[in-house]
């Protein structure tokens, strides 16, 4: 079993930068990949970022390469997100997930977050 708790969202300005966390439960957080998500009304989940169980191996969507940043801390069981440049499409309600093998797609995802809401103003 793997808890996930997302924190950090909230309401900035186009351009500004905001940090999401993802704290884990447990004492198994290493043994997973962890991957952010994003979903919007009307559309499905989409992948943001993944990151390798020892932080060897990281992925961007396109949509974000450039301009978000994940890591993971496997000491204080732990992944962040770290998101500069934000635009109005980057709203959405963002969503930390945990994988036992592959982590590119949603379906590859075990574990999921209850969601934490970043909202991007003009």
């Known amino acids: 079993q793997v808890q996930l708790v997302e924190s950090g969202g909230g309401l900035v300005q186009a351009g500004g930068s905001l940090r999401l966390s993802c704290a884990a439960s447990?004492?198994?957080?290493?043994?997973?990949?962890m991957g952010w998500f994003r979903q919007v009304p009307g559309k499905e989940r989409e992948f943001v970022a993944a990151?390798?169980?020892?932080?060897?191996?990281?992925y961007y969507a396109d949509s974000v390469k450039g301009r978000f940043t994940i890591s993971r801390d496997n000491a204080k069981n732990s992944v962040y997100l770290q998101m500069h440049n934000l635009n109005l499409e980057d709203t959405a309600i963002y969503y930390c997930?945990?994988?036992?093998?592959?982590?590119?797609?949603?379906?590859?995802?075990?574990?999921w977050g209850q969601g934490t809401q970043v909202t991007v103003s003009s």
């Open positions: 997930a945990a994988a036992k093998n592959y982590y590119y797609t949603v379906d590859d995802y075990d574990y």
């Open positions: 447990g004492r198994t957080f290493s043994m997973y990949h």
């Open positions: 990151i390798s169980r020892t932080s060897g191996s990281r």
